[in-house]
C-alpha cells in the first residue's frame, strides 16, 4: 500500500531574495510525516501569477495533496487568494463568520477596520474555509477530483494553528495510509564515517522497508531509522530491534535513543534526580541559558545564569580573583575553574557550567587564538574541564560551544547514571 | 538587459521529513540578488535519483544558473555526487588536491583515514573543483551548453564558504547583468494595513522599475524597496526618494532605514554614543543577551546580564525585596522595576533593561495570565515600564518579548536623539 504523496509550496518574494527563512516547510512536513504523508518535494515561488499557477500545475501533476503557504497577506504584493479563486473556478464572496472574527479582531487590537480589510473577508465559494484564530487570513481547502489542496497564511503560528486545528484532522479524514514511524540515536564524538564503518554490517542487513539515514548536527550525528508497514506494532518492535542494535554497537556514543534536544535530556536528568543547574557564560552571552529555558518547567531544575560579558562581572558576580584574570588571562583553565565555583555558590545550585573562550573575528587584545573556548562543570566535589579550538565563523563558533557545552554536562551528570546501553 | 534567471535545489530526506530547516537556501538567494542574480525558484527533493534528475531538467529548462546544495557526505544515503557525473557525462577520477586535503583533515582531526574515505576524493573529470577548506566535500562546477550548475555540501558553513571563496567570484565572471538594489524601512508599532492605507498614494505613483514589498516580523513591519536598472547611481538615488518619502509619511513608527536587526540599531547608538548596557532577564531566560552579543563587538558596550529565573536570583543578585515578591507577584511592575534598578547598581551600566513575565503554557501557581509580560528600561535617573499581554504559544511568546523589549530599548535611547527622518 502506497503513502499520500505531498508537495509544499511556499509564496513569496522575500522567500526567494533569501530575507526569510523557510521554516514553515519543516513543520509541515513533520506534521505531515508523523500521519504517513509523503512530501515529495517542495517548492518556493515568488509573487507571480505565473509562477504561482505553473506550480500548481507541476506539482498537482504528481502529488495528491499541495499545501501552500504565504501570500494572504491584506496588502498589494498578495495575490495568492484570487488567483486559487479563478485556479478552481470559484467566486469571490464575503464570508460572514470570517467577516465577524475580523472585526472582533480588530477591536481586540485597538485598530480601525479600514475599507481594505473588508476584501479580507472574501474567500471562494467553492472552498472549505479554515479558522484562523490567531490572524486575518483564513485558510482554504480545495477539492480538484480526487485531489487536495490546501492554502495556509505565511505566518508561522497562524499556519501551526490552522493546521492543527482544522487541516490536519480533516486531512485524516481524507486520506488513508500505511505506519510510517521512525526511531532514533543520538550519537556525539565522533563522526559520520566512524559511525558508518562501525556499522556497517547492521546497515546492510537491514530489510527493504526501513531505511538507515545519518543527520550530522553540531558535533554530533543523529542516526534515524525510518519504517514504513500497514501493522504498526510490528513495524515498531522491528525498528526497536535494529535500533537496540545500532546504540549497544555504537557504545558511549550513545547520548539518548530518542530524538529530543540536549536540552530536554538534561531537563529529564535533573527533573528524575531532583537536582538544580546554574550558568556562568562569557562568550555565549546567555544563548545556553536560552536553550535550556526553552522548555516549559525549566523552572524546576534551572534556578538562573549569570553573563558576565566584561571582566568586571567575573570578578564582582563571581568572586573570579583580579590576579587569576591578569596572570592567566579571562580565557584559561584557571578562570573558568574559579566561574564555576562562583557559580554553584553564587547561583545556589547542585550543578554548575561556565564557559569562556574567544568566538572571533580576532581582536588586537586577545591572548589566545581565536576560536579557544574552556568550559567547566562541577557538583560541590568535583571540576572538571575542557578546551575546545573551533575554526569556524563567529556564529558557527557559538553554535558549537553551546552543543559541546550541553554535551559536557551530560556527560557529567551521566557518571553515575550512565543511559548508554549495554552491549 | 533582463536579469540571470537562477533557481536553487536543496537535496536531503532530512529536508522533506522537516528534521532540517533550510537555512542555505536564503544564505544563497541573498548572495546572488545582490549581485543581480534573480532566484525564480527553490526546490527540494530527497536522496533519490529520479527525484534528483526530474528537479534538474525541470529547473535547467527556465534557469541559466542551478545551484544544488546537500547529498555530498560519505554515507551510504548521499548519491548526488555519482548522479551529477552521469548527468553531465563524466568519469569519477580521484583527484589529488582534493585528496592531500582529505588526508590533511583528517590528521588535523586525529581520525584515520578510512578506505571509504577515499571516496570523497573522486570527483567527475568534467568539472571545475571548488575548494572546501572546512570539510571533506568539495563544490563542484558544470558547464552544460550556456548554463551553470554549481554543487556544494548540505552544511551551511561549508557551503557559505564554498561560495565566497569559489562560486562567486566565478558567477561574477561569468555572467553580467543589470543592477538589482534594495532600500529599507523599518517599522514598528502598526500593522500592514494601517501602513498600506498610509502611504497608498506613494505605492501606487511608483515608478516600474521599482516595487514595494511588505514584510511583517514579530511586532514589526518591514517595508522592502527595489529597483533594478542599468545605471546603478542613478537607480540609488531614485530609491532613496522614495524611502525617504515613505519614511517622512509614517514618521515615528520609522524605527531604521536599513535592514539590520534591533540588536545592531541597539548597537550603533551606544557605541556612538559611548554607553553601556545591562540586562535582568527572568522569563525569556538569556535570550535578549543572546541577541544583543550576535553582533561582534558588543563588548564596547554590552556588560552582562543576570538570568534571574527564580525568585530567590532576583532577590539575592538584583536586590529585589522579598516583600515586593510577596505583596505583588514576580510579574509585576513593582518587581520589573526593583530588578530594573538592581541591574544598573550591579551590572554597572548605563542603562538598564528587566523582563519578567509568564510564557505559558499554564501553571497551577501562575497569579497573572499567561502572556503577561513586564518590561522596564531605566537610566540613572528615570525608569520606563510597559506591560504586554501576548497570546501565542510559549516560543512566539519568547521572540515577541525579545523584539518588543529590544524596540523598548531603543525607544528609550532614542528620546534625545531621534532617528527618525523629518517630515
Excluded at 538507515?212 to 514504513?228: E, N
Excluded at 584574570?325 to 564555576?340: I, P, R
Aim: aromatic content about 6%; some cysteine.
Amino acid at each position: 500500500m502506497s503513502n499520500i504523496a505531498a508537495a509544499i509550496i511556499t509564496i513569496g518574494d522575500e522567500l526567494l531574495i533569501g530575507q526569510t527563512i523557510d521554516t514553515n516547510s519543516a513543520w509541515i512536513a513533520q506534521r505531515l510525516n508523523a500521519m504517513g504523508i509523503d512530501v515529495l518535494r517542495r517548492v518556493a515561488v515568488g509573487d507571480d501569477r505565473n509562477a504561482i499557477t505553473d506550480a500548481l500545475n507541476s506539482e498537482l501533476a504528481s502529488a495528491s495533496l499541495i499545501i501552500i503557504t504565504g501570500g494572504l497577506g491584506p496588502t498589494a504584493d498578495d495575490i495568492t487568494k484570487p488567483l486559487l479563486n479563478e485556479y478552481f473556478g470559484g467566486n469571490m464572496v464575503v464570508n460572514e463568520a470570517v467577516l465577524e472574527h475580523l472585526k472582533n479582531l480588530f477591536i481586540k487590537r485597538h485598530r480601525p477596520f479600514l475599507e481594505r480589510n473588508l476584501k479580507q473577508a472574501e474567500v471562494p465559494d467553492n472552498c472549505i474555509v479554515l479558522h484562523n484564530q490567531f490572524g486575518t487570513a483564513p485558510g482554504m481547502w480545495f477539492n480538484k477530483e480526487d485531489k487536495v489542496v490546501i492554502s495556509l497564511p505565511g505566518v508561522p503560528f497562524e499556519m501551526a494553528s490552522i493546521m492543527e486545528q482544522e487541516a490536519l484532522p480533516r486531512l485524516k479524514q481524507t486520506f488513508f495510509s500505511d505506519a510510517l514511524l521512525h526511531r532514533s540515536i543520538v550519537t556525539a564524538g565522533e563522526g559520520e564515517s566512524f559511525i558508518a564503518e562501525a556499522i556497517q554490517d547492521i546497515e546492510e542487513a537491514l530489510p527493504a522497508h526501513i531505511k538507515l539515514a545519518y543527520l550530522p548536527g553540531a558535533g554530533m550525528v543523529k542516526l534515524r531509522l525510518t519504517g514504513r508497514g500497514s501493522d504498526a506494532d510490528k513495524l515498531v518492535a522491528e525498528l526497536e530491534v535494529q535500533q537496540q542494535a545500532i546504540a549497544s554497537r555504537l557504545g558511549n556514543i550513545v547520548f539518548a535513543l530518542e530524538d529530543i534536544p540536549l536540552q530536554e535530556i538534561i531537563g529529564k536528568w535533573l527533573t528524575a534526580n531532583k537536582a538544580t543547574l546554574g550558568l556562568a557564560e562569557s562568550c555565549t552571552g546567555g544563548y545556553i541559558s536560552h536553550h535550556i529555558t526553552q522548555l516549559a518547567g525549566a523552572s524546576n531544575y534551572f534556578n538562573g545564569g549569570i553573563v558576565c560579558y566584561q571582566d568586571e562581572l567575573k570578578e564582582k558576580i563571581l568572586g573570579v580573583k583580579r590576579e587569576t584574570l591578569e596572570q592567566y588571562d579571562a580565557v584559561s583553565e584557571q578562570t573558568v575553574t574559579e566561574m564555576v565555583q562562583g557559580a554553584l555558590r553564587v547561583l545556589h545550585v547542585d550543578y554548575a557550567f561556565a564557559i569562556t573562550g574567544l568566538l572571533g573575528p580576532a581582536s588586537p587584545q586577545d591572548k589566545s587564538p581565536v576560536g579557544t573556548i574552556w568550559m567547566a562543570v562541577a557538583d560541590k566535589t568535583t571540576v572538571k574541564t575542557n578546551v575546545f579550538h573551533f575554526r569556524y565563523d563567529r556564529e558557527r563558533n557559538k553554535e558549537m560551544a553551546v552543543s559541546m557545552g550541553m554535551l559536557m554536562i551530560l556527560k557529567f551528570l551521566n557518571q553515575s547514571k550512565p543511559i548508554t546501553p549495554n552491549p
